[in-house]
């Protein structure tokens, strides 16, 4: 593989250093990095995407078609919870990114719904655990099949390639996002009204 060095200190597009060096390691030879206005047109496009997943009237369609109303947050817990069982609230906070006081109040709303219960470990009492209900079970299934049958809609003229592609992208993104700090040095207050 073509190793490009970037001086010491010197970022690209406003990342760190040595972030670019292993993003440059990993560029096929003859690649640049991607222009500061290419970057800039990919946050606008995220930013589309991001205010659509938050759209009230497409959560008010959601809640109508499977008849529970279940926030985001809370979608996160259920499918958390779906996909691992029952976890401690520490290790449920963290898998949904959320501070434990937002996943604790998340799930306090969710077991008001009876779509989630609370319980003790059994192998350490003093810690508590969440797990799903049948009614929460059900519910998670619901919305899965749901989001399932729009995203066949919406993708049905894409080929597997292209499907294939973007959940390879999408993945990556979600890990360097994890993986890369908000740079605030570059901020000062003087700039903030």
């Not at 779509?115 to 009492?125: F, H, I, K, M, S």
């Not at 299934?141 to 292209?162: K, P």
């Not at 973007?166 to 700039?191: A, H, M, N």
């Amino acid at each position: 593989m073509f190793e490009r060095q970037l001086p010491f200190g010197e970022s690209c597009a406003g990342w760190p250093a040595q972030r670019n060096l292993d993003i440059v390691q990993d560029l096929p030879y003859g690649s640049a990095m991607p222009a500061a206005e290419s970057v800039a047109e990919t946050e606008r496009s995220l930013e589309r995407l991001f205010r659509l997943t938050v759209n009230r009237a497409i959560y008010h369609r959601q809640t109508a078609a499977i008849g529970v109303e279940v926030t985001r947050a809370g979608y996160a817990i259920l499918r958390t919870l779906a996909d691992a069982g029952e976890l401690p609230m520490g290790q449920l906070a963290r898998r949904c990114s959320m501070d434990p006081a937002a996943a604790n109040r998340q799930v306090r709303v969710l077991e008001d719904a009876e779509l989630v219960e609370r319980g003790t470990d059994p192998d350490d009492a003093r810690l508590a655990v969440a797990r799903l209900t049948a009614k929460g079970r059900r519910t998670h299934d619901r919305i899965v099949a749901l989001r399932v049958e729009q995203m066949t809609d919406v993708l049905d003229n894409w080929s597997e390639h292209d499907c294939t592609e973007l959940v390879r992208l999408i993945d990556r993104l979600v890990t360097d996002l994890r993986l890369t700090p908000i740079r605030t040095d570059s901020f000062t207050t003087k700039e903030h009204p």
